[in-house]
Structure formats: C-alpha cells, structure tokens
C-alpha cells in the first residue's frame, strides 16, 4: 500500500481473482473484527462501525475470532466482505485515509474499546496508513551525504533497521558484525525451543510486513529466515562485514569523526573512522554465567543458554538446567521426554500467563487473508498492537496505600496475581506439592512476565524434577545442593541469563575528554538522553540502549524504529545544516534521567520484594523504559536541535560538490 495525494492506492491482489465459494470458504476463517475494518474502507461505510457489528472485547492475551457478534451480524459482514472484495478484484482502486474522527471510530470498534485519540497517528503507522519516515523523508535531504558515513555494531533487529533506512536515504553506512552471520540475539540463541513471546505480526518491521508466518508466536529459525529476507530485500546485506568485532572506538575532536579499531577472525586489526557511530548491540547480548564454585570441574558437557553448541543433543541423556527465566521456561518443554531426565534448578519462581496462542500455526487460509484483503493485516496488526499496548502499564504502577505490597501493589495488580495462581493451580492439579515452590513472594510482573510455553505441565512429569536447594558446588559428577545431596548429571545448561546492565560492553568507547563509557557508566549504570545520546560522546547513537527495554508490552522492535527514526532525523538535520558534530547537553540528559528514575520509583520493578535484571546494585533500573509507548513514540519522534550542541563543518573548499 503507498500513500498518495488524496487517498491510498491498493493494488488489486490477483488471488483475489476467487470464485465467491472460494472467497466463502476462506472468509468463514476470518478475524470479524479485522474484517470489518477492510470493510469499511472498501465500502466507505460506516455502518460496520455500529450495532450489530461491534465486537466485544477480547480477554487477557487471548483473541476471539468471531468479536462475539451474533450469527445473522456474522453472516451480514461474510456477505458484504465478499461482495465487496468481488467488486474490488475488477479494478485498481483509489481509498482515502478515512477522516480522523472515524479513525478513532474504528480503531476502537476493531479493539472493542475505547481508543483515545493521541494513539491515532502512532497507530496509523503501525497498521501502514502513513509512512513512519515522514519526518525525515530523504527527497527533502539537501547536503553531502558522503561526509555523514555512519558505522554500526550490530547485525541484529536494529542495526539492520538502521541500516535499511540509511540506505533509502542514500547515506553511506557499514554494519560490523561479530558473528558470521546476521540475526544477533536471533542467531546466537539455538536452544531447543527457542522462540519469541511477542505475536509475530508484530514482531517484524512496520515497513515489511510477512503475511506467512507460520506460527502466531514465531521460533527463531522462521525470526531469522524473516530478518535475512529484508536485508536482501533492502539492499543491506553486501554492506555487512561478518566476523569483525569493534575493540574499542574514540572521538577524534580535531577531525569531528569516530576512529573505530576492528579485529577479524584472522586476528587482524583495523582502523575505519566514521562521521557517526551506532552501537547496536541490544541488551541482551553477552551471557552471564554464574559464580558457583567447582564450575570448571563437571566431567559431562556445559553450555550456556545462548551458546548452545551445534551438536549438543540431549536425547537419552541426564540435563541440569539452572534458571528459570524465559529461556529456561522455553527449553525444559521442549526437552522433557527427549532427555532421560531433566532436573530445573530454580533460585527464585516466576509468573507466567498461559496463552493457547504459542504453539498455534496460521492456516493457509489466514495467510491468504492477510496476504490479500486490503487493509486486513494492517489491522490485524494493530490488533495485537493494541492488546499488547500501555494497557498493562497503569497496572504496574505502585499504589502507596494497597496493603499487603508483598503480594500485589494495587487492585489490578492482586487480580494478575490471581489469575496466575489459579493457571497454576490448574496446570500444576497433578502435583499440587510443587505449588508452593512455584507460587512467587513478589508481585506479578516484578520480574519479566513469561510465557507458560508448557512449562508446569513439564514439572508435573516423572521424568521432570523441580530442585530448588541452593546449589553449594559443582563437581565432576553433577551438582551438590546445600543440604549435602549429589545429583549426577550428563549435561549442565546454564539459563542464567545475560550481561544486560554492562550496556555496550566489552568494546571501549572513548568520547571527546578522553573518558569512556565505562567509565562514565561504570559496569551497570548506563544513561542516555532518551536511551539514545551521551553528554561528552557526539555523534554517538545507540540503539537498544539505556531504559528502552519493554516491560509492559509492545515489541522491541517498534522502539528500535522509534530510535532509528530519531537518529535519521538528526542526520538530516547534520545534513540540511552542515553540522558536522551534535552532542546532547548535559542538562538535558540529567533532566531526561532524573525523569526516568522518578518515573521508575513509581512502578513495580522498583519494588523493594523485586529482585529481576532491570536494577542496578544501587536499586536504579537501568534497562527499562517507564514510559507508555504513546509517550515513547512521541519523545522520539523527532529531534530538537536546541537540546544539543552542534558544531558547524568548516566552510566547504570552493571545488567541493
Ligand atoms: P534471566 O531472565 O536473567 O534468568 C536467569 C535465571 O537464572 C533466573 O532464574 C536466575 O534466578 C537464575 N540464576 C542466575 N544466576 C544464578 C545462580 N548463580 N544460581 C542459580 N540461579 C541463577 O535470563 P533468560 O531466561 O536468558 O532471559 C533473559 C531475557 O532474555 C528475558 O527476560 C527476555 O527479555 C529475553 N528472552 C526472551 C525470550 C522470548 O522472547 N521468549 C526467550 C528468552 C529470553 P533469579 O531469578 O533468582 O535471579
């Protein structure tokens, strides 16, 4: 779909060339309130928007199909959607974006309630109805685009976001990858089961939406067949040096550039300088292994979550796995009945939400209707866009005067802890002596939620244990727990989770006094003007950087866009001026960091019973954003020069271009 003057152009689908049985049969598949909203696009109508025909809304994290509208409201929109999309098939058509207030209308019929209307322009971008480049369009970028050459670290979700929209707006750019292939955290994490836990249609990019994922909830390969897909659809992948990782980077304030050390799987060292530097390397990008002592003694095979060797195969063997974070819940499903035996060697229990939508494929039939309905998998998006918004977030806001702060911190918050108890409760029936080990002290949501990816239905099997003494040693045989006792293990998995305080590390990153990031940040204290920009680092951008992790919904990979969109912004505005160098104040990182943490001190991964990987030793969350995706999206949107420094390039030599 492109925007045009004066509406939107759709091409006509040639699948839509259907017969009306055929158009019948997979319309009967459809989700109701999706399809409405193609509906009234392709009619103009707005009746679609009253009684009978609006859905009611969904519960939990679970959709409902139909909208819960009557039989004979269900066959009238079956009947007109198929009229319509008959009639559509014959042309090339030319829809306005409906008028804002009937935005609103809609957008609030397909959620089946209220949407406020500062959502509207954000929401439109993510169903595909404006272009999220808009604010930095490339046609406008007056300059030379040579002299603004950026590197990025970092072939994952973000660099490749970053790079994909430097290469529309024709800026020179080049990605160092450590690994030899694409994916980051997609690539680097091979356990049995490995998947994500945010929708599929909305863990991809707004700009390339897949109509054929597979499952609702997409495993890692289906993640990096997707990401690959776009770097060579985009003209990014012969722009990525492979097996380079960057050792250190440092402000050359005489020459306004980075000069950035690499070193090859070879060994060799080289020197590239760049105008920009753009660190993207995630938060969760270096595996933490534990302290426990004797680690270096265990006779059997050890690996860690995220560097799961490629011939390690558990089947028939005896596993330990130590965690039980989201890859821990992911991987003790899928290896209990290919192992021997699988003990989980639990330190603290979690929540997790039930979701009958994990393992769900898409049917043909919905891909079909995402692929050719026009409007229909913008909307589907924003579904799930919506389910998945700020409407957790007001929950996880600290009420000072609820009672019992251990159990919940405030009504809604006591409602979650209930409903998870009662999940548990029913899926742990068959063993209810586990429930007082599973059943967490501290509030929901206090760690990060998690996914039950069929993880009580695992500890409830004979061939499954749940341990949960502290582990004292390991040793050649196994793991010795506290109580003196010796489990034998064959394979040791340590899902002890990732380094994701020590932000950009372990590359050095030196800015224009001569100090580094360490430095600065120490090992778990990093701040960034909108988790973006560094006071004394110019032209500096990280992505996935301080306090922009999601803790109450949304995907990542939305606020990946919402900061590649800002750094475009302000290339083009080093561009349309001529700046060679743009630092953010100081005041005005202090004023943004002290807005966080006041922010934070607020919600519950504050929370003195919260102990999760978001918080500093000093009790400062480092990792998440506090803010609601609304306000995010907004703060981002685009840059305002006056809250930098910025330092003009020297007047260009007469027979420059
Ligand atoms: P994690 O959430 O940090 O969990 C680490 C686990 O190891 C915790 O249970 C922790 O116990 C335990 N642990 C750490 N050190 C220990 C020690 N010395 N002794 C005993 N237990 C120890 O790590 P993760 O599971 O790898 O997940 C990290 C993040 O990656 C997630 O929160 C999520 O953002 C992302 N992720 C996402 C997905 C997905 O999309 N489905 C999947 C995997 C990971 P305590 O709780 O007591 O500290």
Not at 201 to 217: G, K, T, V
Not at 307 to 313: A, H, K, N, T, V
Request: net charge negative; glycine share 8%.
């Amino acid at each position: 779909m492109s925007e045009a003057a004066g509406g939107i152009v759709t091409p006509v689908s040639a699948a839509l060339a259907a017969s009306a049985a055929e158009l019948d049969d997979v319309l009967a598949r459809a989700h109701i309130p999706t399809l409405l909203m193609s509906l009234v696009h392709l009619t103009g109508e707005t009746r679609w928007l009253e009684p009978p025909y609006t859905p009611q809304r969904p519960r939990g994290s679970q959709d409902h199909d139909d909208g819960g509208l009557s039989p004979e409201a269900l066959e009238d929109v079956l009947r007109a959607a198929r009229d319509a999309l008959l009639g559509w098939r014959t042309e090339g058509r030319r829809t306005s974006v409906p008028a804002r207030e009937v935005l609103v209308r809609m957008m609030s019929v397909c959620v089946g309630e209220s949407v406020a209307d500062e959502y509207v322009e954000m929401a439109c971008e993510e169903i595909g109805l404006t272009d999220r480049d808009a604010t930095w369009s490339p046609r406008r970028t007056v300059g030379r685009r040579e002299e603004v050459e950026v590197l990025i670290v970092g072939a994952g979700f973000s660099g490749l976001c970053m790079a994909i929209k430097l290469e529309r707006a024709r800026i020179p750019y080049r990605i160092l990858e450590k690994n030899p292939e694409l994916g980051g955290t997609w690539l680097e994490n091979a356990y049995p089961g490995c998947a994500v836990d945010s929708p599929s249609h909305l863990y991809q990019f707004s700009f390339e939406q897949q109509a054929d994922w597979p499952r609702y909830y997409s495993r890692r390969a289906d993640i990096r067949a997707y990401l690959e897909h776009c770097a060579r659809k985009y003209g990014v992948l012969e722009n990525i040096t492979f097996g380079t990782a960057v050792l250190d980077a440092a402000w050359d304030e005489e020459d306004a550039r980075w000069v950035v050390r690499t070193r090859a799987g070879d060994g060799v060292v080289e020197e590239l300088t760049a105008r920009v530097f753009v660190p993207a390397v995630g938060q969760l990008n270096r595996p933490a292994l534990p302290d426990i002592p004797g680690m270096d003694d265990f006779d059997g095979r050890a690996a860690h979550t995220a560097l799961w060797p490629d011939d390690l195969d558990v089947a028939g063997l005896r596993v330990a796995v130590i965690g039980t974070g989201a890859s821990a819940m992911q991987l003790v499903p899928a290896i209990a009945g290919v192992a021997a035996h699988v003990t989980v060697f639990q330190r603290s229990p979690q929540w997790a939400v039930p979701n009958a939508d994990l393992g769900r494929e898409v049917s043909p039939e919905v891909q079909w209707l995402l692929a050719n309905v026009p409007f229909y998998s913008g909307w589907f998006r924003f579904r799930q866009f919506w389910l998945w918004n700020d409407n957790v977030w007001p929950t996880l806001q600290i009420d000072p005067d609820w009672p019992d702060q251990h159990r919940s911190i405030n009504p809604q918050n006591e409602q979650h802890r209930r409903f998870l108890t009662r999940h548990m409760q029913e899926r742990l029936a068959a063993a209810p002596e586990l429930l007082e080990h599973c059943v967490p002290d501290y509030p929901p949501y206090g760690k990060r939620m998690l996914m039950d990816a069929g993880w009580y239905d695992a500890l409830v099997r004979d061939d499954v244990a749940l341990e949960t003494g502290t582990i004292e040693r390991i040793n050649a045989g196994g793991v010795r727990t506290a109580d003196g006792t010796d489990h034998a293990f064959d394979v040791l998995v340590y899902a002890t989770g990732f380094h994701a305080r020590r932000l950009i590390w372990p590359m050095e990153v030196r800015g224009r006094e001569g100090r580094t990031l360490r430095e600065l940040w120490g090992d778990d204290d990093a701040t960034a003007h909108l988790g973006i920009t560094v006071p004394g680092f110019p032209n500096l951008f990280t992505l996935y950087g301080p306090n922009t992790n999601l803790g109450h919904g949304g995907s990542v990979v939305f606020h990946a866009e919402l900061q590649v969109r800002y750094v475009m912004g302000m290339l083009r505005a080093m561009l349309d001026r001529d700046l060679e160098a743009v630092e953010v104040r100081q005041d005005v990182h202090d004023d943004y960091v002290r807005r966080v943490d006041e922010a934070h001190d607020r919600m519950i991964w504050s929370h003195e019973g919260a102990k999760n990987w978001y918080r500093n030793a000093a009790g400062r969350v480092v990792t998440n954003s506090p803010w609601r995706l609304v306000d995010y999206w907004s703060m981002t949107r685009r840059p305002d020069l006056a809250e930098y420094h910025v330092r003009t390039a020297p007047a260009a030599a007469p027979d420059a271009g």
